[in-house]
């Protein structure tokens, strides 16, 4: 049940009393119908979790009593999931399941064979995927939101930063997934640890953008002789991270 779970910046949680507003305030008292008395758990976007109590539901607006705290949970490796943009539904999907498996970071990127463009800045779609990432957390009682960064072609992607260990998926060629991990020593603080996963539109990734990923230090990998949906090869990948890593 998800009835009794809200979503409150951490920002926030610093007090005695805490107020929902918007669609968190119309979820519990017009959704789950929760009254004055009632007990409720807030979840903020790092994983912590408040006990509180319902003190007052007015027309526009919660008023709650915040209880006992809980930190976040033992985490495991930081995943981005640079995701080149897909079509709303699969975009939708890749990033609840995302939040399913604790992915820590989404990183739209706009490749050649992206049929979605975001000539906006993607301000609207960035807001869609947080709303669909409360959902999730919601669901699944995780409570951890991943990050969002603005879209960017790959380019610009490839150009950035980023830590630890780096693949881009590819339908041709590349180690198996799985060979890359178990070659890679796990650090004696699973948290130190850091991936990029790349992958790639409903298309996939051209040639050239394989070569470009790889000059820039992503190494490509393959998840067998099957041919993958765009969505499907981000959470199976996420999967096999996870699985591998895990404790």
């Known amino acids: 049940m998800t009835a009794n779970l809200f979503f409150v910046e951490k920002a926030?949680?610093?007090?005695?009393?805490?107020?929902?507003e918007g669609s968190e305030h119309h979820h519990l008292g017009r959704v789950a119908r929760l009254r004055p008395g009632e007990d409720v758990w807030l979840f903020d976007e790092e994983g912590g979790k408040v006990k509180a109590r319902v003190e007052e539901v007015g027309p526009n607006r919660t008023r709650l009593n915040l209880g006992c705290r809980i930190a976040p949970g033992a985490s495991g490796p930081r995943v981005?999931?640079?995701q080149a943009l897909l079509k709303s539904k699969a975009m939708d999907e890749v990033v609840s399941s995302a939040v399913e498996w604790g992915v820590a970071a989404v990183l739209p990127v706009q490749a050649e064979r992206s049929v979605v463009r975001l000539e906006d800045g993607g301000s609207r779609k960035i807001e869609r995927w947080r709303q669909v990432a409360r959902a999730a957390a919601k669901q699944c009682k995780s409570g951890r939101l991943p990050?969002?960064?603005?879209?960017?072609r790959l380019a610009v992607f490839l150009a950035s930063e980023r830590p630890g260990g780096k693949v881009i998926l590819t339908e041709h060629g590349g180690r198996p997934f799985k060979d890359v991990l178990a070659a890679t020593p796990v650090p004696p603080d699973p948290g130190d640890e850091a991936w990029t996963l790349l992958v790639g539109p409903e298309g996939g990734f051209t040639a050239a953008e394989v070569d470009a990923a790889a000059a820039a230090g992503f190494e490509p990998v393959s998840l067998g002789s099957n041919i993958l949906r765009a969505e499907t090869a981000a959470l199976s990948a996420v999967a096999v991270l996870m699985h591998a890593r895990s404790l």
Not at 147 to 152: K, L, N, Q, S, T
């Open 147 to 152: 990050e969002f960064e603005p879209p960017v």
């Open 12 to 20: 926030r949680l610093g007090g005695k009393d805490c107020v929902l």
């Open 80 to 82: 981005a999931l640079a």
